[in-house]
């Protein structure tokens, strides 16, 4: 299985590639399209999905680590 | 499709040329004379119209009326948001994400939301229809132009509009099921008669991008104007929906599109312009005019239908 999740400046993480959303206990979360936007501000409505709503909250994020890698 | 009545002297000659008559080219009567016409035209490469021959698409009557159109409709363009301008390739994504930010068009979808009765909403709804019946079909017209990157980002999107391939997932299959709760006609073209000018131009200006080859700039630029001003207005129309007694087959186009353009407008402005401004770069400033371009022929439109509203008319021409 392989796939690449990628931060896109100021908005979602998007997931392409062969992957499955799963919850804590393993049951599949649908994720109704091949390529996702998984939220990272915190404040989408359709979490664990983006709906766009980070632009209204003015969030700032980096498409890289913020800091060096710890090992 | 069924051919639509004129409305003035170049619909009229549109359709009669349409129909093997032969026509002396008369210059537009009107701003709803032109646009018509230039639908007419345009709808020859889509699905075209009931008892006219296919060939029309590349007749050279045709073609011939139909750039004497597009010159008019490019000179409005240019009257509404200026010519083009250069811009630096690397910028492309951050000006894309500032003309989408600096727009303040009429507040339709707050309307909707918040205050819209069923019957507004259902002729928002006629309105869309025109488009939303063949979503995406305009955009696929870049595909063959691109190469590489972009080639692939345009696709990702694409895919997503197509339904992955299923055909009860296609967005333009979904907008059936709204259609289908305000008891609209879900025939293709049904409303083109009842809608004004403003919301032909809103289709125009997409194919008249998207079946010019030199125009892929723009065409691209469209589609993330478009991806980039989607998903909190159907976030809206959702709601308004909801308020409305809309079920969950009502909202189904609305909610799927919070989702889906969420995806596609990364993926538009940074994967689909970004790398095609750095790969054409002297087409950058045409992505950029493209997206300021979609931004005011839609806000043109969205004045109209609340213009007709606070007036307490309808925004179609008759039903
Ligand atoms: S990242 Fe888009 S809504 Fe949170
Ligand atoms: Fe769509
Ligand atoms: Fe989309």
Excluded at chain 2, 132 to 138: N, S
């Amino acid at each position: 299985m392989t796939s690449t999740i990628t931060p896109y400046e100021d908005g979602p993480l998007i997931i392409r590639g062969d992957f499955e959303l799963r919850g804590p206990d393993g049951e599949l979360i649908e994720p109704g399209r091949a390529t996702v936007a998984l939220c990272r501000c915190g404040r989408s409505a359709v979490k664990p999905f983006c709906d766009g709503t980070h632009k209204v909250a003015k969030f700032k994020a980096g498409t890289g680590r913020d800091t060096p890698a710890p090992r | 499709m069924k051919l639509p009545a004129p409305r003035g002297a170049v619909s009229a000659a549109a359709i009669d040329l349409l129909s093997g008559r032969d026509v002396a080219v008369p210059a537009p009567d009107s701003d709803e004379d032109l646009q018509l016409a230039l639908f007419i035209c345009y709808e020859m490469a889509y699905r075209g119209w009931d008892g006219v021959d296919d060939a029309y698409e590349w007749d050279p009557g045709l073609l011939r009326l139909r750039a004497g159109l597009e010159t008019r409709f490019e000179a409005g363009l240019h009257e509404l948001v200026g010519p083009p301008a250069p811009v630096e390739p690397a910028d492309v994504p951050r000006l894309l994400l500032e003309t989408v930010e600096a727009d303040d068009g009429p507040a339709l979808s707050k309307y909707l939301r918040g205050r819209a009765t069923h019957g507004q909403f259902r002729e928002f709804v006629a309105h869309r229809s025109v488009y939303h019946l063949r979503e995406a079909d305009p955009h696929t017209w870049a595909i063959p132009r691109l190469s590489g990157r972009p080639k692939a980002a345009l696709i990702e999107i694409q895919l997503d509009e197509y339904g992955g391939g299923v055909t009860d997932r296609m967005h333009q299959e979904l907008f059936k099921k709204t259609m289908r709760w305000f008891g609209l006609d879900l025939s293709y073209g049904a409303y083109v008669d009842s809608v004004g000018a403003a919301t032909l131009r809103v289709n125009n200006i997409m194919s008249f991008f998207g079946l010019h080859r030199r125009r892929r700039g723009a065409i691209l630029g469209h589609l993330a104007a478009y991806e980039m001003t989607s998903s909190l207005p159907n976030r809206a129309y959702a709601s308004g929906l909801r308020r409305l007694g809309g079920d969950a087959d009502a909202t189904a186009f609305y909610d799927e599109h919070v989702e889906a353009d969420s995806v596609h407008e990364q993926i538009a402005a940074h994967d689909l312009c970004g790398s095609f401004a750095a790969a054409e770069p002297e087409l950058a400033g045409d992505v950029l005019w493209g997206a300021r371009c979609a931004l005011a022929v839609d806000n043109l439109w969205a004045g109209a239908v609340l213009a007709a509203w606070a007036d307490g008319r309808s925004s179609l021409r008759d039903c």
